[in-house]
């Protein structure tokens, strides 16, 4: 008995050894598209024009997902531009290859194709795609990427009947390329003709097609993104409360709001019940802080209810004022929103198991934008430097080793030069390029000493919003900070002269693009890149160079440097 025991024994041992090698191996599900971009005609604002439509749609078609689900999208670029998407707020661990940007890849090429291939990894969230190269912005080109939790993680609301994707965003009735011209040209392109829902535009009373379906008594999820140019919005629904449950990756304290201020590239998700009479309600979208409003309406219909024309313009959500008092309303706003202590977000653990608030500071970099004229054409510049694209990516020059061929490292100081230093307001055009200690807990400071918002996105890393106040910042207002449930997030706005505090640690190997989400100023210089190289040269920290990954410029011709090991 005792031989024919141990043969069981073995026996288990092998077949534990083969499941245990199994689950080492298995990988997490994939999702695989194929996306065709194309110019189509397009009228946000009810005037034909030229867009910019993924499989023939816009808003673009929605990348529905899990957490740590690999994504897998085959572009073929069927404009006669260059085209690059990037993926925004997704962190793309390990792997600033597949962000998207041009100091990160070289373009698809107009007739040719690349295949993205990146993991959501412990991510979960509202957060959508959309063109970076020249102006594509202005002509679509963007769309939902919908993260979910993991079947094994509860999230902190029942499951809602339905989930719905509101793009939001002013539009400008010219096109990307008559845009692209006027700022090549050196001049602004000036106040947006519009603002859309969702590629449409309505004002109250029009007969429209309903944007959304709601059935009495159910509840439903909308994950709201702001994908304008440079225009805040304010966002309210005709006699429905909105409770806030998700920002940028990010469950909420689930506050209540009759209207919620969304500034350009934020993403948010809301609860909604349909608890009134049914029929027909407004979705109600303004501009904040322009000197004259422009707004749009969508429509939400009660099923088997009242139906066309049953909208009423009475008791409409009323947007904010657009002066001092609606900033600090706005500011007010900013300050109600926290994170979930008690919610899990992507992993089981509680948000609010990692005290950031604890960890000390290893680097505060202040960064103060500044409009100007360099040659008598416009720039926009961080703390006197105006980015400018190199002809070859900036991640490809520096893989490479010939990065001094192309830029030069922290060419912009961690504080913004001096008056005396700087009487003339000197403005450099050059290739930004931070250079970042890796695993480094950093403090960012955004001034903004103009009398315009701002909007700014970190790539490769969610940050903790800390802090924004009025005026400008010095050590002692470290004593504001929340340090305790600041929400996780990727974008921040910078209230007219006034300041804005975040927090992260550099812990995502990659070069990664900190930029102005206003996208004139984005295109006209005001953008860095952080490098955050690991020491170790390592798998275990970054990816390597993907086999199809395109090479261009200085390096198109090189041989290929040794791979980093495991």
Same mark, same amino acid.
Request: net charge positive; glycine share 8%.
């Given at each position: 008995?005792?031989?024919?025991?141990?043969?069981?024994?073995? /026996?288990?041992?092998?077949?534990?050894?083969?499941?245990?090698?199994?689950?080492?191996? /298995?990988?997490?599900? %994939?999702?695989?598209?194929?996306?065709?971009?194309?110019?189509?005609? +397009?009228?946000?604002?009810?005037?034909?024009?030229?867009?910019?439509?993924?499989?023939?749609?816009?808003?673009?078609?929605?990348?529905?997902? =899990?957490?740590?689900?690999?994504? $897998?999208?085959?572009?073929?670029?069927?404009?006669?531009?260059?085209?690059?998407?990037?993926?925004?707020?997704?962190?793309?661990?390990?792997?600033?290859?597949?962000?998207?940007?041009?100091?990160?890849?070289?373009?698809?090429?107009?007739?040719?194709?690349?295949?993205?291939?990146?993991?959501?990894?412990?991510?979960?969230?509202?957060?959508?795609?959309?063109?970076?190269?020249?102006?594509?912005?202005?002509?679509?080109?963007?769309?939902?990427?919908?993260? !979910?939790?993991?079947?094994?993680?509860?999230?902190?609301?029942?499951?809602?009947?339905?989930?719905?994707? $509101?793009?939001?965003?002013?539009?400008?009735?010219?096109?990307?390329?008559?845009?692209?011209?006027?700022?090549?040209?050196? &001049?602004?392109?000036?106040?947006?003709?519009?603002?859309?829902?969702?590629?449409?535009?309505?004002?109250?009373?029009?007969?429209?097609?309903?944007?959304?379906?709601?059935?009495?008594?159910?509840?439903? &999820?909308?994950?709201?993104?702001?994908?304008?140019?440079?225009?805040?919005?304010?966002?309210?629904?005709?006699? !429905?409360?909105?409770?806030?449950?998700?920002?940028?990756?990010?469950?909420?304290? *689930?506050?209540? %709001?009759?209207?919620?201020? @969304?500034?350009?590239?934020?993403?948010?998700?809301?609860?909604? #019940?349909?608890? *009134?009479?049914?029929?027909?309600?407004?979705?109600?979208?303004?501009?904040?802080?322009?000197?004259?409003?422009?707004?749009?309406?969508?429509?939400?219909?009660?099923?088997?209810?009242?139906?066309?024309?049953?909208?009423?313009?009475?008791?409409?959500?009323?947007?904010?004022?657009?002066?001092? *008092?609606?900033?600090?309303?706005?500011?007010?706003?900013?300050?109600?929103?926290?994170?979930?202590? #008690?919610?899990?977000?992507?992993?089981?653990?509680?948000?609010?198991?990692?005290?950031?608030? *604890?960890?000390?500071? =290893?680097? #505060? @970099?202040?960064?103060?934008?500044?409009?100007?004229?360099?040659?008598?054409?416009? &720039?926009?510049?961080?703390?006197?430097?105006?980015?400018?694209?190199?002809?070859?990516?900036?991640?490809?020059?520096? %893989?490479?080793?010939? /990065?001094?061929?192309?830029?030069?490292?922290?060419?912009?100081?961690?504080?913004?030069?001096?008056?005396?230093?700087?009487?003339?307001?000197?403005?450099? +055009?050059?290739?930004? $390029?931070?250079?970042?200690?890796? &695993?480094?807990?950093?403090?960012?400071?955004?001034?903004?000493?103009?009398?315009?918002?701002? =909007?700014?996105?970190?790539?490769?890393?969610?940050?903790?919003?800390?802090?924004?106040?009025?005026?400008?910042?010095?050590?002692?207002?470290?004593?504001?900070?929340?340090?305790?449930?600041?929400?996780?997030?990727?974008? @921040?706005?910078?209230?007219?002269?006034?300041?804005?505090? +975040?927090? =992260?640690?550099?812990?995502?190997?990659? +070069?990664?693009?900190?930029?102005?989400?206003?996208?004139?100023?984005?295109?006209?210089?005001?953008?860095?890149?952080?490098?955050?190289?690991?020491?170790?040269?390592?798998?275990?920290?970054?990816?390597?160079?993907?086999?199809?990954?395109?090479?261009?410029?200085?390096?198109?011709?090189?041989?290929?440097?040794?791979?980093?090991?495991?």
């Amino acid at each position: 008995m005792e031989g024919a025991n141990n043969v069981k024994i073995v /026996a288990l041992l092998i077949i534990c050894l083969s499941v245990g090698a199994l689950l080492v191996k /298995a990988e997490d599900p %994939y999702l695989f598209f194929e996306w065709n971009v194309t110019y189509g005609t +397009i009228a946000p604002l009810g005037v034909p024009q030229q867009g910019i439509l993924i499989n023939g749609q816009l808003p673009g078609p929605r990348i529905n997902c =899990t957490s740590n689900n690999n994504i $897998v999208v085959n572009v073929y670029n069927k404009l006669d531009e260059p085209l690059l998407l990037t993926w925004n707020g997704i962190q793309q661990r390990k792997n600033s290859w597949q962000d998207g940007t041009p100091g990160t890849m070289c373009p698809i090429m107009p007739g040719t194709n690349f295949t993205y291939h990146f993991q959501v990894k412990d991510q979960i969230g509202s957060f959508f795609y959309f063109p970076t190269t020249s102006l594509h912005r202005a002509s679509g080109g963007f769309g939902a990427l919908d993260v !979910h939790s993991r079947n094994l993680i509860p999230i902190p609301f029942d499951k809602p009947a339905d989930e719905y994707n $509101v793009f939001l965003g002013d539009w400008y009735n010219k096109g990307h390329k008559a845009l692209k011209k006027t700022l090549d040209g050196g &001049r602004t392109i000036g106040r947006p003709d519009g603002i859309h829902i969702n590629g449409k535009s309505n004002k109250l009373g029009d007969k429209a097609e309903p944007l959304f379906s709601m059935e009495a008594g159910k509840t439903y &999820r909308y994950r709201i993104c702001n994908v304008g140019m440079r225009t805040s919005v304010n966002i309210g629904i005709q006699g !429905h409360a909105m409770k806030l449950v998700e920002m940028e990756g990010s469950h909420t304290v *689930q506050n209540m %709001y009759d209207s919620l201020d @969304i500034h350009v590239g934020q993403c948010l998700s809301v609860l909604v #019940t349909a608890d *009134q009479e049914p029929k027909d309600y407004y979705m109600v979208v303004s501009s904040r802080f322009l000197k004259q409003a422009i707004s749009s309406v969508g429509i939400l219909r009660y099923a088997n209810g009242k139906g066309v024309g049953s909208a009423s313009s009475d008791h409409l959500p009323t947007p904010p004022p657009n002066n001092t *008092q609606g900033i600090a309303w706005s500011m007010n706003q900013f300050r109600s929103f926290r994170w979930n202590l #008690t919610a899990s977000a992507a992993r089981p653990n509680p948000q609010g198991s990692y005290h950031y608030g *604890q960890i000390n500071i =290893t680097r #505060t @970099i202040k960064i103060v934008n500044s409009r100007s004229q360099v040659n008598g054409k416009l &720039r926009f510049a961080l703390n006197g430097i105006s980015h400018m694209d190199s002809d070859t990516p900036l991640k490809l020059v520096e %893989y490479f080793g010939v /990065a001094e061929k192309t830029f030069k490292y922290d060419v912009m100081g961690d504080e913004p030069p001096t008056p005396s230093s700087n009487n003339n307001k000197v403005v450099t +055009i050059a290739p930004n $390029v931070k250079n970042a200690t890796f &695993r480094n807990f950093v403090e960012i400071i955004f001034e903004n000493e103009e009398k315009t918002i701002q =909007t700014y996105h970190l790539d490769g890393y969610s940050f903790f919003a800390v802090g924004i106040e009025p005026g400008k910042w010095n050590p002692e207002k470290r004593k504001n900070y929340n340090l305790v449930d600041a929400v996780s997030r990727h974008s @921040i706005q910078v209230y007219p002269n006034s300041w804005a505090a +975040i927090m =992260t640690t550099l812990d995502n190997a990659g +070069i990664w693009n900190l930029r102005s989400d206003m996208w004139e100023r984005n295109y006209l210089g005001q953008q860095l890149y952080f490098s955050v190289l690991s020491p170790s040269r390592s798998l275990r920290d970054e990816y390597n160079l993907p086999d199809n990954h395109p090479l261009c410029g200085t390096v198109k011709s090189m041989p290929m440097p040794p791979p980093y090991k495991p």
